[in-house]
T-cell receptor, first 116, second 115 residues
Framework: DSGVTQTPKHLITATGQRVTLRCSPR?????VYWYQQSLDQGLQFLIQ???????AKGNILERFSAQQFPDLHSELNLSSLELGDSALYFC???????????????FGSGTRLTVV | AQSVAQPEDQVNVAEGNPLTVKCTYS??????LFWYVQYPNRGLQFLLK??????LVKGSYGFEAEFNKSQTSFHLKKPSALVSDSALYFC?????????????FGKGTMLLVSP
């Protein structure tokens, strides 16, 4: 157990629908990162939050949004889903100094989204 | 553009033989470089990192990586491969984005170790 919890583990939904993925970071970590992993695109950075505020944006579609709550858990909202959104979505967390001194990121086990 | 590249989609090696998984980077300034491993249906796990200092970095599970500034490379190595090393390996580099740092990953290299 890495300490980063993602729910649900699997999600199957239809095109056009909206889903919410949830992430609880490792205890004490203030930063949360969302990544999308697909066979053709590899591991793509979507968005980062730090202590409730958006810090960096990557290749995140406008149909996707995220937020980090006061208890530091984060949710990734995916709407108007398309077949191409089927992927593994990872959440990772880090403490402020982790990229310099420690393990970089700690990853959750991911949510596998299948859009049918 | 700043990035990291893994030129091989797959590496095949026999158990007991040495293995190398290649990574090259393109960043301005001093790079912070990482290797992660992903086993099936699992998240990424940290293997090792290079921040500064000795160019040969030792990590988990007997893996090591050599930072080569002149060749802008950070190849992952292991002297003797195990079947259990079969997994997807990612090289990553720290990039600054609007004053905050994030990790950018390569596309990954599948390592297959045959008995």
């Amino acid at each position: 157990d890495s300490g980063v919890t993602q729910t649900p583990k699997h999600l199957i939904t239809a095109t056009g629908q909206r889903v919410t993925l949830r992430c609880s970071p490792r205890s004490g970590d203030l930063s949360v990162y969302w990544y999308q992993q697909s066979l053709d695109q590899g591991l793509q950075f979507l968005i980062q939050y730090y202590n409730g505020e958006e810090r960096a944006k990557g290749n995140i579609l406008e149909r996707f949004s995220a937020q980090q709550f006061p208890d530091l858990h984060s949710e990734l909202n995916l709407s108007s889903l398309e077949l191409g959104d089927s992927a593994l979505y990872f959440c990772a967390s880090s403490a402020p100094r982790d990229l310099s001194s420690n393990y970089g990121y700690t990853f959750g086990s991911g949510t596998r989204l299948t859009v049918v | 553009a700043q990035s990291v590249a893994q030129p091989e989609d797959q590496v095949n090696v026999a158990e007991g033989n040495p293995l190398t998984v290649k990574c090259t980077y393109s960043v301005s300034g001093n790079p912070y470089l990482f290797w992660y491993v992903q086993y099936p249906n699992r998240g990424l796990q940290f293997l090792l990192k290079y921040i500064t200092g000795d160019n040969l970095v030792k990590g988990s599970y007997g893996f090591e990586a050599e930072f080569n500034k002149s060749q802008t490379s950070f190849h992952l190595k292991k002297p003797s491969a195990l079947v259990s090393d079969s997994a997807l390996y990612f090289c990553a580099v720290r990039l600054m984005n609007s004053g905050y740092s994030t990790l950018t990953f390569g596309k990954g290299t599948m390592l297959l170790v045959s008995p």
